[in-house]
């Protein structure tokens, strides 16, 4: 995807987290401009709920946005009707990946590679609760605020976002 500005492509998935005594689920977001995550949400069930709430997250997050292309795999969280009504309510078209081609969403991949090598304690955490906290936490203090990113050229996603709209701001001003 060419992206050149914010809320022009999303991608999501979902991974498993240990929590307590059993699999924990964690759909996000993810806005491809700056590699920022936009939208998150965790379950015990990987449904087409829990995908909703974390679209519904960055949709609102965002402003609202239009002319958003979403793409995901082909999982039947994404691809069943209730989450193409969400996407159908929101305006956002749906991209998905080739069946079985992990490459297709490696943002996501990496994204979730980062959080569990980075992170996640490698016996998981002793409840859902401390799950979320924790993940929270990574997203929004760590991994958006402080880690630098190679694909932004060292800068943090929320700084990438900054000087976006700084210099869009001074176009828009010169217009």
Not at 21 to 42: C, E, H, Q, T
Not at 142 to 165: A, C, D, F, K, V
Request: net charge positive; with cysteine; proline share 5%.
């Amino acid at each position: 995807f060419a992206v050149t500005a914010p809320n022009q492509v999303w991608v999501g998935d979902v991974t498993y987290v240990w929590a307590g005594n059993r699999w924990s689920y964690l759909a996000v977001v993810i806005d491809l401009f700056a590699r920022k995550p936009i939208g998150w949400a965790m379950s015990f069930s990987p449904d087409s709920q829990l995908t909703g709430k974390a679209l519904k997250m960055a949709y609102e997050s965002r402003g609202k946005p239009s002319n958003v292309l979403f793409h995901s795999d082909q999982g039947s969280h994404y691809t069943s009707g209730k989450y193409r009504q969400v996407l159908w309510r929101y305006q956002i078209k749906q991209s998905l990946s080739r069946r079985g081609n992990c490459w297709d969403n490696s943002p996501m991949e990496r994204f979730f590679r980062s959080l569990k090598t980075e992170w996640v304690p490698a016996s998981g955490y002793s409840s859902l609760s401390e799950a979320w906290k924790s993940i929270v936490g990574y997203i929004i203090r760590y991994y958006s605020q402080i880690r630098p990113h190679q694909y932004n050229g060292g800068l943090t996603p929320n700084e990438s976002e900054r000087q976006y709209w700084e210099t869009y701001k001074d176009v828009a001003n010169f217009s």
